[in-house]
């Protein structure tokens, strides 16, 4: 039998050859030098994704053939889908925080859409703080944060708190609505404020904040949310191959309900059998050594020894579009 194999092969190998000797011949030495100036002398191709006439923000058709909405889409879908290693670890993430988020946004009336305003504002990093001080997942500026509702003290800062800041985020989105009626201007707006959105819409006698002349930041800011979505939404189509095992598997937590001070957080985090660090990781609201209550009752969760290790595969796909079968 290896025998047969074997022969079988060398007979292949020399028509192969024969073949790709005549094709060769057949070439001219002006077509050989074409195709030698034609081909890529790199390693690999980049290609530009299509971008699709209209996309759905919030249940909303967004008209993408006039030419700047195509190309602040295009800039965006690009950049999402090459800047590989930063897009591959959003969706990781996401595995964890959105069964965190989107249950909020539906309670509140908020689109799920939404979701991804802080897949972009905070790369799902709930201890991320921008150069102008905006803090957390939703990045809420402090006077903000306090306006609808979150606690901000030298040992407490509930912006870093998920849900909290969530909720927040979902009482300036709907705050938002009721002026504009249009979630694109509210996605706007929470980049550039209601004040500036309004202002400007009224100086430049426009509709849309799409029409508007803004800073750069504000004016890609809706384009990277809609981005941001499309690749989610299909990850595989942009180039991104994930596996289950890849994704960041959510840890479950117990509850520590705590109404009076902490002292020595290092202490308290050894005492529920963690580490300091790990009572920081899973509480990132926490932003000192101590915790001051001031009479009220926080949170504290305490993640799961048993949860704490990849021993074996993550087996949760929060989204079945996210890996490859």
């Not at 001080?133 to 606690?151: D, H, K, N, P, S």
């Not at 902490?262 to 300091?276: E, P, R, V, W």
Request: charged share 25%; aromatic share 10%; hydrophobic share 35%.
């Amino acid at each position: 039998m290896m025998k047969l194999l074997n022969s079988n092969s060398i007979a292949g190998f020399v028509v192969g050859s024969a073949v790709c000797l005549t094709a060769c011949l057949s070439i001219g030495s002006s077509d050989s030098e074409k195709v030698k100036e034609q081909r890529p002398v790199v390693s690999s191709v980049t290609m530009s994704p299509d971008i699709p006439s209209s996309v759905s923000f919030c249940g909303k058709d967004i008209d993408l053939t006039r030419y700047n909405m195509h190309e602040g889409f295009d800039r965006e879908l690009s950049s999402f889908t090459y800047f590989h290693s930063t897009t591959m670890l959003l969706i990781k993430r996401a595995n964890r925080c959105f069964p965190i988020i989107e249950p909020i946004l539906k309670a509140n009336g908020i689109p799920d859409d939404f979701k991804y305003l802080a897949v972009i504002e905070s790369h799902l990093d709930p201890r991320v703080s921008s150069p102008a001080r905006a803090v957390g997942t939703w990045q809420l500026l402090e006077g903000t944060a306090r306006q609808y509702g979150l606690t901000i003290t030298p040992t407490v800062d509930e912006r870093c708190d998920v849900t909290k800041a969530t909720e927040a985020a979902c009482r300036y989105l709907k705050a938002a609505y009721e002026k504009y009626g249009d979630w694109a201007m509210v996605a706007s707006s929470y980049n550039a404020g209601m004040g500036r959105i309004s202002g400007e819409l009224v100086k430049q006698d426009a509709d849309s904040s799409f029409d508007l002349w803004l800073v750069e930041e504000t004016t890609r800011y809706v384009y990277r949310i809609m981005a941001i979505k499309q690749i989610f939404e299909a990850p595989y189509k942009y180039g991104f191959v994930l596996r289950a095992q890849d994704l960041y598997k959510p840890i479950a937590c117990e509850s520590v309900a705590v109404s009076t001070d902490i002292q020595d957080l290092s202490g308290f985090a050894k005492k529920n059998g963690i580490t300091y660090a790990d009572l920081k990781r899973f509480n990132p609201w926490l932003r000192d050594r101590k915790l001051l209550t001031a009479g009220k009752t926080y949170t504290i969760r305490i993640p799961k020894e048993s949860d704490m290790y990849y021993k074996t595969p993550n087996t949760y796909v929060h989204n079945p579009a996210w890996v490859v079968k």
